[in-house]
């Protein structure tokens, strides 16, 4: 496990970098993100609550939110229509940036209980519910969408 400041330093010069061409293979690799809302909340007081924890804490949770997010788009994906190109591109970034946070974590430290059972439900009523269906996916892409641009918020602030 690296230095917590060796990780800052990469989360300050790196992080921003690589979330910013994921998000844009999320916008690219469809048409325009769905208007309609996924039927689970999305979790915004884990994020205030993660906002003012140390930053070990913080860099936890950014590691736990991708991590979750990789393992979504683990399931089902034959009805998908984005361009499979830039999905493939977007998956292998977020697992280069999963495995740059993961060395940044001890394996010890627990994921956060409640972001575990936030993308199950996410995954169950969504996915599962809706049959891994198309409209399913596109849900699933604009809530990703959130947490990758609130996680960006979240590491601007760490710094």
């Known amino acids: ?17 690589l979330s910013s061409e994921y998000l844009s293979l999320l ?38 939110t991708i991590y979750q997010i990789t393992k ?8 998908v229509t984005w361009d499979k190109k830039k999905l493939d591109d977007f998956l292998n970034i977020l697992e280069r940036q999963l495995e740059n946070l993961k060395s940044c974590v001890s ?20 996915l599962r519910k809706m049959n891994y269906s198309a409209q399913a996916w596109e849900l699933i892409r604009k809530e990703t969408k959130r947490h990758l641009q609130r996680l960006d918020i979240l590491a601007a602030q760490m710094y």
């Open 27 to 64: 916008d690219q690799m469809g048409g325009d993100i769905t208007k309609q809302d996924a039927p689970v909340f999305f979790p915004t007081s884990l994020y205030r609550h993660i906002d003012d924890a140390e930053v070990e804490d913080q860099v936890r949770f950014l590691k736990e």
């Open 1 to 17: 496990m690296q230095s917590v400041c060796h990780c800052c330093d990469w989360i300050r010069h790196h992080y921003g970098h």
């Open 72 to 79: 979504l788009f683990d399931g089902n994906m034959k009805s």
């Open 107 to 126: 394996p010890a430290m627990k994921p956060e209980k409640r972001l575990k059972r936030y993308f199950k439900k996410l995954n169950k009523n969504v």
